[in-house]
């Protein structure tokens, strides 16, 4: 999960979706790109909780493993977007 404050970008390896939203909440945060399967935590999940701590920080999910439906879902929920692996940077 990475965090980007005002220009800043947090984004220790392997961190927790718990240690992120931890983060999150002590942190004003501009935008959280996080995987969709993280140690303990669904990508849903995940947006539930960063949007009751941080309801002006936009969401990034990546992930190999989700479907269409499971990404208009999360769209509809707030993410800002939902990138599918592998995908070539531009």
Not at 2 to 26: D, M, T, W, Y
Not at 35 to 52: A, H, R, S, V, Y
Not at 57 to 65: A, D, E, T
């Amino acid at each position: 999960m990475s965090v980007c404050c005002r220009g800043q970008i947090n984004s220790p390896s392997k961190i927790p979706a718990q240690g992120g939203i931890k983060l999150v909440s002590e942190k004003s945060s501009d935008v959280i790109i996080a995987d969709w399967i993280l140690p303990g935590l669904n990508g849903m999940d995940l947006l539930e909780e960063i949007d009751k701590r941080s309801p002006n920080s936009g969401m990034v999910l990546i992930s190999g493993h989700t479907s269409v439906s499971r990404a208009n879902e999360a769209m509809r929920r707030r993410a800002m977007e939902c990138i599918a692996e592998p995908f070539k940077p531009q």
